[in-house]
């Protein structure tokens, strides 16, 4: 980045936050659409129930924590790439 003037940083940043943001709505909008599709059934109240209520509860915190596993794969998996390509 030390190529790039001033102005073409700030575009460069900008555009790298924007895409960000895209893909964290992007999974955001897929996890309310799976854990919703996963334990909402039944419409005859606008309120959810208990059980669709632990249910969604259940849902979001299985995939923050699969979330959370497959990044710190990814960074193993990375540490030992680099560590390979040190050699």
């Known amino acids: 980045m030390d190529m790039l003037t ?3 940083q700030r575009t460069l940043e900008q555009r790298m936050q924007k895409r960000q943001v895209k893909e964290f709505m992007g999974a955001f909008g897929g996890l309310v659409e ?3 599709n ?3 059934d039944d419409f005859t109240s606008k309120a959810l129930s208990s059980r ?3 249910c969604i509860n ?5 995939w923050m924590a699969t979330q959370q596993r497959v990044s710190e794969r990814f960074q193993e998996h990375n540490a ?4 390979q390509m040190q050699k």
């Not at 259940?58 to 299985?62: A, E, G, I, P, Q």
């Not at 030992?80 to 560590?83: E, N, R, V």
Request: hydrophobic share 30%; with cysteine.
């Open 6 to 8: 001033a102005s073409e």
């Open 34 to 36: 799976h854990c919703f």
């Open 38 to 40: 996963s334990c909402v």
């Open 52 to 54: 669709e209520n632990g």
């Open 58 to 62: 259940r849902c979001v915190l299985k």
């Open 80 to 83: 030992q790439i680099t560590q």
